[in-house]
């Protein structure tokens, strides 16, 4: 199979740390056994297509003192969904790991159930989804929960890896571009005009919500 150039670069530039990465994440199914297989198994699911994260944005979207978190979530979906899947996925086009049947992934693959994926590998799209929503669930919630959050979008990216249908490097990708697509969604969202119908308030937006919440405090 004839390589990009970009696809060249990541093999040979993140080699050494997408092999030593992945043999680190697969202690886990050394030290726990084949349960833990599952349980990444469905981790993964919930990132298949996006469809359970547009689902979870759709929900909050209906529900107006939820509405700026799902408004947020729908536009980071969309932008990573074309930073992504509409470009660099097809102008990188980096083989996935199990290509090479006779690499280092292919027996890990093999090994954990040979999870086969249709697209190009770099960067990872569930790792992308997952943060594109994350980030601004984090970025507009309560931080004393919000960054669990974060601890999905990670978990996503280690369910990838241990699955071996992505490098680490994948990973890091989608992490990168998801948090781009995250911040710039909730910047977008924070800025729509109009929104203080949008999201409830009442005439005024949020600073006479500000204004009422001191004059009830005092």
Known sequence: MTMTAGAVWLNSTFGVFDQTVTQAIHGLYEACG????????????LGKGGIALII??????VYRPTRRYGTAMIIGLALGAVLVNVWLKVVIARP?????????FYPLW???????ESDFSFPSGHT???FATMVPLFILGKKKWSWLALVFGVLMGISRIYLVVHFPS???GGMLTGTLAGIIG?????????SS???GWGPGGAKNERRKGSHEAA
Request: net charge negative; no cysteine.
């Open 110 to 116: 093999v090994m954990l159930g040979s999870h086969m």
């Open 56 to 61: 979870l944005s759709l929900i909050l979207l």
């Open 197 to 199: 119908r949008w999201y």
């Open 170 to 172: 994948d990973v890091i």
């Open 186 to 194: 909730t910047l977008i969202t924070l800025r729509i005009p109009g």
């Open 34 to 45: 084949s349960w833990m297989t599952p349980i990444m198994e469905f981790i993964s699911l």
């Open 128 to 130: 992308n989804a997952a």
């Open 96 to 104: 996935r790991p199990y290509a090479d049947a006779e690499g280092f």
